[in-house]
């Protein structure tokens, strides 16, 4: 891998906009699709969640970077509660919910793991614009080496999901 000198070569960006593929495919689902609000609110996530990372990565220092690495997190999560209002209100199945609720972790710990990568940065002080290239350049190779590094991952199973829910209601599947 090249120095990274696009928002676009970091991997929780291409995760993030797998996200967003997966969660616009959601939404146009018709009974999905009806929930208007719902729709919005997981697309605006979804979107929230790129833009973030791409904003960081633009910016003027590892620290602002970290913070919008947080961002795109929290849009993460958001994302993940959206998916419980979809799996309750039957707008989605088990699987379905499974397959796009690890895809926001995954964009999570990416951006956790890259966020740690580039602290130390932060607490040197300043450092310059090719420095923290560099670094996160390191991260990226070790991320895809590696798998997934960041927080401790946490995915709701099968059963998770459906003890959250409760059993399917009028023969729904889940």
């Known amino acids: 891998m090249g120095l990274v000198t696009r928002f676009e070569d970091l991997r929780a960006w291409q995760e993030a906009r797998r996200l967003t593929v997966q969660v616009y495919a959601l939404a146009r689902v018709r009974s999905f699709g009806r929930d208007l609000g719902l729709a919005d609110q997981i697309r605006s996530a979804?979107?929230?969640?790129?833009?973030?990372?791409?904003?960081?990565?633009?910016?003027?220092?590892?620290?602002e970077f970290r913070r919008f690495l947080r961002y795109a997190a929290r849009s993460a999560s958001e994302v993940q509660s959206c998916l419980y209002v979809a799996l309750d209100q039957g707008?989605?199945?088990?699987?379905?919910?499974?397959a796009s609720y690890a895809q926001a972790q995954a964009v999570r710990q990416l951006c956790a793991g890259l966020s740690r990568r580039l602290s130390t940065y932060g607490r040197?002080?300043?450092?310059?614009s090719g420095q923290v290239k560099e670094s996160v350049e390191e991260w990226c190779v070790t991320a895809t080496d590696d798998g997934l590094t960041g927080s401790r991952a946490h995915r709701p199973t099968g059963s998770r999901a459906h003890r959250l829910t409760g059993p399917p209601a009028h023969g729904r599947r889940q």
């Open 124 to 128: 040197r002080g300043s450092a310059t």
């Open 91 to 98: 707008y989605v199945d088990a699987a379905t919910f499974e």
């Open 46 to 63: 979804a979107v929230s969640t790129m833009n973030n990372i791409a904003e960081g990565f633009d910016g003027a220092s590892p620290t």
